[in-house]
């Protein structure tokens, strides 16, 4: 599924109702070039576990595979991790320029406010094997 932005400039997630598919945001690189590539997923919805619900138990060195467009399988390698709160993404760090090809996966995590949203973002950064 590819992503884009909204109107208020936020990186759009999958609507609800597809929580096991994971998106790719258009305005990354594709998986595979240069660049990072984003891929953006929920962790629960209102259906349920989601696609990216046991993301947090990942680990460094874990592998990741990626089918791109041609159906090709790439294989990115977990180099870290990181729980950070929507109020201070780092946006550079995962949106920025990169020497190689890169992944970063992003899902919801940590406390829920007053709305019911969570408050923080996890994200998984990988490098192609």
């Known amino acids: 599924m590819e992503l884009g932005l909204n109107a208020d400039g936020t990186v759009e997630v999958p609507p609800a109702e597809k ?4 998106g790719w945001y258009t305005g990354g690189s594709l998986p595979g070039t240069p660049g990072p590539a984003v891929l953006i997923g929920h962790n629960d919805t209102r259906f349920g576990r989601a696609v990216f619900h046991d993301l947090k138990d990942i ?3 874990a592998e990741v595979l990626v089918r791109d467009g041609a159906g090709t ?5 977990v180099t870290g991790k990181e729980t ?3 109020k201070a993404f780092p946006t550079r760090r995962v949106y920025g320029p990169t020497k190689g ?3 970063r996966l992003i899902t919801c ?4 406010d007053a709305e019911g949203h969570p408050v923080d973002n996890l994200i998984v950064y990988g490098a192609l094997a």
């Not at 399988?73 to 390698?77: D, I, P, S, V, Y």
Request: hydrophobic residues 30%; aromatic residues 10%; neutral net charge.
């Open 59 to 61: 680990r460094e060195g």
């Open 19 to 22: 929580g096991m598919t994971a």
């Open 101 to 103: 090809s890169t992944l």
């Open 84 to 86: 950070v709160s929507k």
């Open 73 to 77: 399988t790439l294989r990115f390698t």
């Open 109 to 112: 995590d940590g406390e829920f």
